[in-house]
């Protein structure tokens, strides 16, 4: 498949300070945007072709690719005023799809499990949706049974079959935009509720390898840092702790992982441990910092723990 949606669109409330300025798909990840991983993934399944819907600080997405271009595939942004929703959004950009499957990828997580495989898989199931889930973490809403979606949060009160994390990729043939209504605020849990009802084909494929982290909370956000200094997911080489353009000066003390951003600084005598500072944050002389995040352009001051700048 060429092409694929990513849900941008999202407002990200719970991450509060973190979204005031930018959608929750735009924050970074060791300096790298956080929906760029999504393209990352896609571009290597074969995408040339990326829709993603906005809303919240549209014109984020316009400063950061201001191309529509991405490694080569073609970003196109479609604006939605009034959220849609997850299957209204797709409703709204059945356009750009000719009638050909395509790939529909949550924004808001940080994935490596194996693309390639959830299509493979696709394509030998003839599945008309395929949902990727894993085996470990919450909630395990989704139950599979030989392969086929029977249950989904126990609405059916299905009680056979294993449960499954549903990762928020899913891989769909165009006769499923023909369930959706047109102009229309869904979900597709709905729509897929019905698919099971009527016995159509909703399937299942479990990637457990690599890392998975839904970046809900500031806390997931924290922690999603921590595991990458921890372990190779992604690579090593995308990875900037110390931006070459962020200045430390010589007296600060950094403990534990400490990133800091193009243009970032931390004056003497400031004390930053496990905090994460945006493009041009500044912390000041004699700071004293744990578990905090210092956004874009924002200076903190005095003694934190767990606050958002």
Known sequence: MDRAFVLGAGLGTRLKALTERRPKPLIPIYGKPLITFAFDQLIAAGAREIVINTHHCQEAYEAAFPDGVYRGARLIFEHEPVLLETAGGIKNVERYFGGQGFVVYNGDVLTNVPLEKALAHHAASGNEVTMVLRSE??????????GRVVDIAGRLGVAEGDR?????IYVVEPEFLRRIPERTKISVIPLFMEMIKEGAKLGGVVLDEGGWWDLGTREKYLEVHQALAAGDFFGA????????TARVAKDARLGGFVVAGDGAEIEGGAQVTDCILWEGARVLRGSVLNRCVVTSGRTAAGRHTAVDF
């Open 164 to 168: 499954y994390l549903f990762t928020g």
């Open 237 to 244: 080489e995308w990875r900037k702790t110390v931006d070459g």
């Open 137 to 146: 973490g919450e909630p395990l809403h989704v139950t599979l049974e030989t």
